[in-house]
């Protein structure tokens, strides 16, 4: 089993910026691909970054490209979601999860484990 738990969560004006971290506990880390993900209310989860387990680079949505950057330690087992310039559309509540294999993906239907979440509200 792996647990993850988010943090970093909070309120910020338009144009400002947010980190969010994913602590990861359980079992190794290495050899799972982790994924962020967001939702909305009244709305689907949806894909925001992933980053692969052996390194290479992350893959973001349309959406939040040049905004946000994702990176991950191995070592700490740690993941992270650098959020600048922030939009009021980026409200939502944010997932971490993550999927055995080396490989991120855009669907939450090939991650195995999920954090509990954490809200992001911006204000315009």
């Known amino acids: 089993q792996v647990q993850l738990v988010e943090s970093g969560g909070g309120l910020v004006q338009a144009g400002g910026s947010l980190r969010l971290s994913c602590a990861v506990s359980?079992?190794?880390?290495?050899?799972?691909?982790n994924g962020w993900f967001r939702q909305a209310p009244g709305k689907e989860r949806e894909f925001v970054a992933g980053?692969?387990?052996?390194?290479?680079?992350?893959g973001y949505a349309d959406s939040v490209e040049d905004r946000f950057t994702t990176s991950r330690d191995n070592a700490k087992n740690t993941v992270s979601l650098q959020m600048n310039n922030l939009k009021p559309e980026d409200t939502a509540v944010y997932y971490c999860?993550?999927?055995?294999?080396?490989?991120?993906?855009?669907?939450?239907?090939?991650?195995?484990?999920w954090g509990q979440g954490t809200q992001v509200t911006v204000s315009s």
């Open positions: 999860a993550a999927r055995y294999g080396s490989g991120w993906s855009r669907w939450t239907a090939d991650y195995d484990y």
């Open positions: 359980g079992r190794t880390f290495s050899g799972y691909a």
């Open positions: 980053n692969n387990w052996g390194g290479g680079s992350p």
